[in-house]
């Protein structure tokens, strides 16, 4: 496959890094290499398949590390993931066409980055809390009103969760990315943490 001197092949060992590339489950290669292959004897560009942002930063022996986008419309958010060397496929690229590299990759890997769920975490310390206990100042009464306010403030997220470990809390959020396939939707807005953390503050 990829025969056609426009195409640039790239071994496994000579995946670029550091620079925009995209997978691509490895059932579309050959569609994909016919439409380019149209192209290049003058027809029109006709998108093929799906396609998900990344980026290579390490190829060893086991596998690319990599960053991948999974929104790059409304937000741009990097999540660091692993593909093992058995899922690699070919990368395939044609820079006298502009068009940029794609790994191909085994396709049941590419759909799992997608579902499998990913989570946010925050930590919040409050500060001057043994100073509080020294002066006596934290009284029984106002960590229970401090924790029936957190209680009822966590209530009113119930994707997010709520954990106290002394005069920490750390909060945690699963979420999804889904794809065209699936019914598992893109649920990811770490926003929310912004506004319950000015809350987190005031009470």
């Known amino acids: ?26 059932k579309w290669m050959a569609e994909y290499e ?8 003058g027809a029109n560009y006709e998108p093929v398949g799906y396609i998900s942002y990344a ?23 990097e999540l660091s993931a ?16 502009d068009e940029k590299p794609r790994i191909f990759v085994n396709g049941d890997w590419l759909n799992q980055l997608h579902l499998r769920s990913y989570t946010v975490f925050a930590l919040i310390d409050a500060i001057g809390v043994k100073d509080a206990i020294a002066n006596n100042v934290l009284t029984r009464d106002r960590l229970v009103r401090l924790r029936n306010r957190i209680d009822e403030l966590a209530g009113r997220y119930p994707s997010i969760s709520f954990i106290s470990f002394a005069d920490s809390l750390l909060l945690k959020s699963n979420w999804t990315v889904g794809h065209y ?7 990811y807005s770490p926003e929310v943490f912004f506004g319950i ?7």
Not at 34 to 41: D, G
């Open 1 to 26: 496959m990829f025969e056609h001197e426009a195409f640039d092949k790239y071994a496994y060992g000579e995946i670029p890094l550091n620079r925009d590339i995209y997978l691509m489950d490895e």
């Open 181 to 187: 396939g699936s019914d598992v939707k893109y649920t």
């Open 34 to 41: 016919a439409s380019l292959v149209e192209v290049f004897n």
């Open 82 to 97: 692993w593909l093992p060397r058995d899922a690699f496929v070919a990368c395939i690229g044609s820079w006298r066409w």
């Open 55 to 77: 980026c290579a930063r390490r190829v060893l022996s086991g596998g690319i590390e990599f960053s991948w986008y999974p929104n790059v419309f409304d937000r741009f958010h």
């Open 197 to 203: 953390f000015f809350e987190l503050r005031s009470i």
